[in-house]
């Protein structure tokens, strides 16, 4: 079982720059961004293949948001520049449990380990 843990939320003022980061307790191949607005279902932000550096991002935060990942210390982070409104939301740490091969995939099933969440504010 691996553990996450996220760190980096808060409150920012649109047009603000926050930076969130996932540390594992484990190994894992591939780390991912979530994030739940109230009254909405979780959705894809970013994702990492730890071991290649391949990247993928939602439309909604290309340009934006920068992840990257460290994988001798088996970490994530999310640099997000240019926060609007429409980003405020839980986000949560994901992480895989098997192998992952090229581009990380966007959906929930892709990983087996969650953390808890950091809540993300941006005030217009």
């Known amino acids: 079982q691996v553990q996450l843990v996220e760190s980096g939320g808060g409150l920012v003022q649109s047009g603000g720059s926050l930076r969130l980061s996932c540390a594992a307790s484990g190994r894992t191949s591939a780390m991912g961004w979530f994030r739940q607005a109230p009254g909405k279902e979780r959705e894809f932000v970013a994702a990492?293949?730890?071991?290649?550096?391949?990247?993928n991002y939602a439309d909604t935060v290309k340009g934006r948001f920068t992840i990257s990942g460290d994988n001798a210390k088996i970490a994530m982070y999310l640099q997000m520049n240019n926060l609007l409104p429409d980003d405020t939301a839980v986000y949560y740490c994901a992480a895989r449990a098997g192998w992952a091969f090229g581009q990380p995939a966007g959906i929930v099933q892709y990983y087996s380990y969650w953390g808890q969440g950091t809540q993300v504010t941006v005030s217009s």
């Open positions: 990492i293949n730890l071991g290649g550096g391949i990247t």
